[in-house]
């Protein structure tokens, strides 16, 4: 199929920079895959900004287009269990990374990526949730298995403005948590609040320098989407027997405790990680997000946008910390 359709492209040059600009592809030139998906709604995370910024760690090989969410309908497909014009979504995986693509109209993807638009959410909403969403999720259901129960106290999130924080207050306030949002946003108060936080930190009371091995014990749980001396600070302050996920990097990859939240406080710190989540959890988790978990979605501060707005504004911006709510990308 020699269909011409438009993306984001990005490519290195010779002194390592890179330049990224919005072009035309042609879907022959798609990776090989079991299902061809027309995509209608991308969106905006903190991973594609790095991909989009040449991040090794992210995608080894330039030129490419990154996005590692994208929702529309089936174009064509060689599996079965999907059917032409069906609405899915796909999030995490090799997608955006180094398989090209959200950024763009088209994407080809194995066909054990892809997920069928679960019932009670458009396509629009499948994305203002995203990979982010997906993530404050499957952190929600990672502390509930572990055994955080709402009566248990004090839910701290930190980076609560970005996409998976703000995901993450609105959730665990709608199942009945008492919610405090770390935040490093002043002017975010209100936003924080109408999701459903009764308390706000401002960040750098969040970090405590001190060669103290504990501190007073305040946090039933956390839900951790920024690492480095935040974690670091919210592993020391968790209660006995308290939990701790931990899915992000954006202060630091770094994390210097020591073992006496594990060993005084029986502290469980719970890696989450949504890329490679198997199906057998990823399925139903999306169908609670679109039933019994579904959260406001207008609630989020969603700015909607176009490749070229995309490029020209939001990568930087969220690069920089600045990111409040979703950015969904309609193709
Ligand atoms: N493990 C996984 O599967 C997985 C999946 C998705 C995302 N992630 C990771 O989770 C993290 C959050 O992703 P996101 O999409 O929510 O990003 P985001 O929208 O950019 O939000 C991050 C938020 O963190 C806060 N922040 C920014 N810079 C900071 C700094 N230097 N120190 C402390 N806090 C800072 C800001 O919120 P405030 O201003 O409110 O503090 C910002 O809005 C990223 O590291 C991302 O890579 C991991």
Same mark, same amino acid.
């Given at each position: 199929m020699n269909q011409k359709f438009t993306a984001l492209w990005v490519t290195e040059n010779s002194d390592k920079t890179v330049t990224r600009q919005v072009l035309e592809r042609s879907i022959d030139e798609l990776p090989t895959g079991d299902v061809l998906i027309k995509v209608v709604y991308s969106s905006l995370n903190y991973k594609d900004a790095l991909s989009a910024t040449g991040h090794k760690g992210v995608? =080894?090989?330039? @030129?490419h287009t990154p996005g590692i969410d994208a929702a529309g309908t089936v174009a064509a497909t060689t599996d079965n269990r999907f059917q032409v014009g069906e609405s899915v979504l796909v999030t995490g995986y090799d997608l955006g990374m180094n398989t090209a693509g959200g950024f763009a109209e088209y994407i080809r993807v194995p066909a054990n990526w892809v997920v069928k638009l679960p019932q009670g959410l458009t396509l629009q909403e499948s994305m203002i949730y995203g990979t982010a969403g997906f993530t404050a999720a499957l952190s929600v259901h990672k502390l509930q298995h572990a055994g955080l129960t709402p009566e248990k106290g004090e839910v701290l999130v930190t980076g609560a403005t970005g996409g998976v924080g703000s995901v993450g207050v609105a959730l665990l306030a709608k199942l009945g948590y008492h919610v405090v949002a770390g935040t490093g946003k002043a002017s975010s108060h209100d936003f924080l609040k109408q999701l459903g936080a009764t308390t706000i930190i401002p =960040? &750098? &009371?969040? !970090?405590e320098i001190s060669n =103290? @091995?504990?501190?007073?014990g305040r946090w039933a749980g956390v839900l951790d989407t920024v690492g480095g001396d935040i974690l670091t600070t919210a592993l020391k302050s968790t209660k006995y027997m308290g939990y701790v996920s931990c899915c992000g990097l954006v202060a630091s990859p770094d994390l210097n405790t020591n073992v006496y939240p594990f060993i005084l406080r029986g502290v469980d710190l719970l890696g989450v990680d949504s !890329? &490679?989540?198997p199906m057998s959890i990823r399925l139903p988790l999306w169908q609670r997000m679109a039933s019994d978990w579904k959260i406001d979605l207008t609630q989020l501060m969603t700015d909607e946008c176009d490749l070229a707005t995309l490029n020209n504004q939001y990568i930087d911006k969220i690069l920089q910390g600045q990111a409040l709510g979703r950015v969904v990308v309609k193709l």
């Open positions: 995608t =080894r090989k330039y @030129p =960040r &750098e &009371e969040l !970090v =103290r @091995p504990l501190s007073k !890329v &490679e989540c």
